[in-house]
């Protein structure tokens, strides 16, 4: 089966009211491509190896959660720019990309769906505002939560081994997460009453600021913090286009 580029793009940009968001990057289409889409890939960021990837597997149109086109890049296109841009036109991808969006949607963002997967029943996307819009989620525990084996099923879901500051209770009942790098958002899950915070990154304050708080803090790295909401992309175009679609893995260390 196929669709129509324009209808995707279409759809994913209603679905994920992008235009609630004053994001740091464009969301949505960012190169255009095939006007018509059999396959696509998915990744974590718009770099060459994740196009490579897409490229190598036919893919029409690939979709990332980090997009090509930051605020703070320079504006000429210089030899990394042009690398990535060529292998796009040469193989006629359309490239789409949603940030914010992704992080806060309250079903399928990066936030919300660590706390399903965690089992927290959800209490809202209620807290780290970016840009005026919250992206932050908390759950609380329905039933007992001991810190260790949260940490262990945090390690075996994100497929590494967590940084953890254990400065709290060793029973997690509130858990707020910002995925990506949210260390800055520590003091605001705090604030929202929260004992335990999950994120992708730290950062050289993060640790005093746990445990002179006396929480929790639990960081899995950047991209394996925020590869869940872009893979759920993959049934939900699945179900609503009858495309195919798939994940380009290009692990970092980050």
């Known amino acids: 089966m196929s669709a129509l580029r324009d209808d995707v793009v279409q759809f994913l940009n209603t679905h994920l009211n992008i235009s609630a968001f004053r994001d740091y990057c464009p969301n949505g289409m960012q190169v ?48 990394m720019m042009k690398g990535r841009l060529k292998l796009l036109f040469e193989h006629d991808i359309t490239l789409l990309g949603y ?32 840009r005026g819009k919250a992206i932050g989620a908390i759950g609380t525990a329905p039933q007992r939560t001991v810190l260790r084996e949260l940490v262990e099923e945090i390690a075996k879901a994100a497929g590494t081994q967590p940084l953890v500051y254990e400065y709290g209770r060793q029973t997690v009942r509130r858990l707020g997460v910002v995925t990506g790098g949210g260390p800055g958002y520590l003091l605001e899950a705090i604030a929202a009453g929260c004992d335990t915070f999950l994120t992708g990154e730290t950062d050289e304050p993060t640790e005093a ?15 394996n913090s925020e590869k869940i909401g872009i893979q759920a992309l993959g049934p939900l175009l699945e179900r609503q286009f009858e495309v195919e679609t798939l994940f380009c893995d290009v692990p970092n260390t980050i």
């Open 99 to 130: 940030h914010l969006p992704l992080d806060a949607h309250p079903e399928i963002g990066n936030n919300v769906l660590w706390l399903q997967k965690l089992g927290f029943t959800l209490e809202g996307v209620n807290f780290a505002s970016s």
């Open 32 to 79: 255009i491509g095939k006007p018509e889409v059999r396959r696509v890939a998915l990744g974590v960021s718009a770099n060459l190896e994740c196009f490579r990837m897409a490229a190598a597997t036919g893919a029409d149109m690939l979709i990332t959660h980090h997009g090509l086109f930051w605020e703070n890049m320079p504006r000429e296109i210089g030899v």
């Open 209 to 223: 600021y746990a445990r002179e708080e006396g929480v929790n803090f639990i960081s899995i790295g950047h991209y």
